[in-house]
């Protein structure tokens, strides 16, 4: 017969011993379907993902009914994502569906600012981004004025009106960041719609 300890009497070598043949066979999984590798200096940065900004802000600008503008941004920042979506509200005439352009930028720092496009409301556009958050002040850059809406541990987003769009900025950037990225949208002629 052979002996085993009660569970009082259990303790971390116990749980060790037992959990390390799981993990071993994880580990020879997982070299075996080659997703994962070791590297002795560390990780490796990936390949950052690139995207025309300027086609898909040009598509944007023919298939939406506001005006599309494209930032000129210095050669260092790199356009990486861009994605199109609605921003549904409801009213007592059964809602309005308005489209959402956004294109999204990794600074020379390596931080990701984004910048949304639409022609709903202010409001509408910071609930659909920002969530909960209310507007904490506003900044002013060149001649227009950007309402700010941040708190502690999050992402600022600054939202300005350009009268039939409104342009949300949003990002991991620090404030050189939001300035030159809405100076750049502010300098930014209409894209034509054809």
Not at 64 to 90: C, H, Q, Y
Not at 143 to 162: L, N
Not at 163 to 176: F, H, M, Q
Request: glycine residues 8%; hydrophobic residues 35%.
């Amino acid at each position: 017969m052979s002996y085993q300890k009660p569970r009082t009497q259990h303790d971390y070598k116990d749980l060790f011993w037992s959990l390390l043949p799981l993990v071993l066979i994880c580990l020879v999984i997982a070299g075996i379907a080659s997703q994962c590798t070791f590297t002795a200096n560390g990780p490796t940065a990936g390949q950052v993902p690139h995207i025309d900004v300027h086609t898909a802000l040009k598509s944007d600008a023919h298939d939406f009914a506001f005006s599309v503008r494209e930032p000129a941004l210095p050669a260092e920042w790199t356009a990486n994502s861009g994605s199109r979506d609605k921003i549904t509200t409801a009213s007592t005439a059964g809602g309005t569906v308005n489209d959402v352009s956004t294109v999204g930028f990794l600074t020379p720092q390596g931080t990701y600012m984004q910048l949304t496009q639409t022609d709903a409301t202010e409001e509408a556009l910071a609930k659909k981004i920002v969530g909960t958050r209310y507007a904490t002040g506003t900044e002013q850059i060149g001649d227009r004025k950007w309402v700010v809406y941040g708190e502690t541990g999050t992402e600022p987003a600054w939202i300005t009106d350009f009268g039939d769009v409104r342009v949300l900025i949003k990002g991991a950037g620090n404030k050189g960041a939001f300035t030159t990225l809405a100076t750049a949208v502010d300098n930014a002629q209409p894209l034509p719609r054809t």
